[in-house]
């Protein structure tokens, strides 16, 4: 069966080569202005663009076809809960610092605080804001993402270091500078695409394995015109895509589904024993989360979240 990854990205065990198939994401992030109950403080948090907000108008835990990008009929309600934790993991993915955060909360207002008195920019998600259900639904993600339903919640590079007296400690010791600074050059490395994978080669060596198309997309963040790819339209029954750079299996035939976007899409990757997830997210700068080759590093697009369906209940697009 498919589990949901980190990034709100769904995997599957890969067996016998590609025998079984498990999925990854490609989501087409709409344009939207920033929603309220998500606020920022300093230029670092700009980038995040959330859907949270509308889980306000759903009722209890189900999430209805209205929510959908494209706002696709469906007849059925699905659970929201998968939709709104990969929201909450991409939040925390794209940004070096966020805060889950109560306008109101006093414990709150000291972490975030602690973090302007020492100049640290960061994300805020105001859970108050988000109306009851939602707020309650967000408070048990972050429960399960970090052992406590309380708030605040902070997030120094991807990892929770705990509550407001937890930051307020970490900021007097001189811990938390240093922290938030690794977080930025880590989160600046992924921007600049200067990270490093188990299978490293020289630009050089690129160029005499990829033609100046291939190299261009899959070493240089390119992209294909859209409608222009031979995959785009096609939908198999068995088989498996690879990465274009090193040929580790990544997509199952059976996680490619039709789309109008213009590129091949695939809700669900490979994951295995010995790699891992077979592809990972990492923020370039553009407010989406890159989608690369676990294993090279090659570029393979970006990840959305607006294909909600009962079979991709957190909406995943590759």
Request: net charge neutral.
């Amino acid at each position: 069966m498919a589990r949901p990854g980190i990034l709100g990205v769904s995997a599957a065990r890969l067996h016998d080569g590609a025998a079984r198939s498990f999925e990854t994401l490609r989501i087409n992030r709409t344009s939207a202005s920033k929603p309220q109950g998500l606020s920022f403080s300093g230029a670092a948090a700009a980038s995040v663009v959330s859907a949270v907000t509308a889980f306000s108008a759903a009722r209890g835990t189900t999430l209805r076809s209205n929510l959908r990008a494209r706002h696709v009929a469906m007849a059925q309600t699905i659970e929201a809960n998968a939709y709104l934790k990969a929201k909450i993991e991409e939040m925390v993915a794209l940004q070096p610092v966020m805060v889950f955060s109560k306008s109101w909360c006093p414990f709150c207002k000291k972490a975030k605080e602690a973090m302007e008195q020492q100049g640290i920019r960061f994300g805020v998600c105001e859970l108050d804001q988000l109306g009851s259900e939602v707020e309650a639904e967000v408070q048990d993600i972050l429960a399960g993402l970090t052992g406590a339903r309380t708030v605040p919640r902070v997030f120094v590079g991807g990892n929770c270091i705990g509550g407001g007296t937890d930051t307020e400690k970490l900021a007097a010791d001189g811990s938390l500078k240093k922290m938030v600074g690794e977080a930025l050059a880590s989160y600046k490395n992924k921007v600049s695409g200067a990270t490093s994978f188990e299978l490293e080669k020289s630009d050089e060596e690129w160029l005499s394995e990829l033609d100046s198309e291939k190299f261009r997309i899959l070493r240089r963040r390119g992209t294909e015109p859209p409608g222009s790819h031979k995959y785009d339209k096609f939908l198999p029954k068995v088989g498996h895509f690879s990465c274009g750079g090193c040929g580790l299996p990544l997509y199952s035939a059976s996680s490619k589904f039709a789309s109008t976007c213009g590129w091949p899409v695939f809700d669900k990757c490979y994951a295995s024993d010995d790699v891992g997830q077979h592809v990972m997210g990492q923020p370039d700068g553009s407010g989406a989360l890159e989608i690369v080759c676990t294993r090279c590093g090659s570029h393979l697009g970006h990840v959305f979240y607006d294909s909600v369906t009962e079979a991709n209940p957190n909406g995943e697009r590759h």
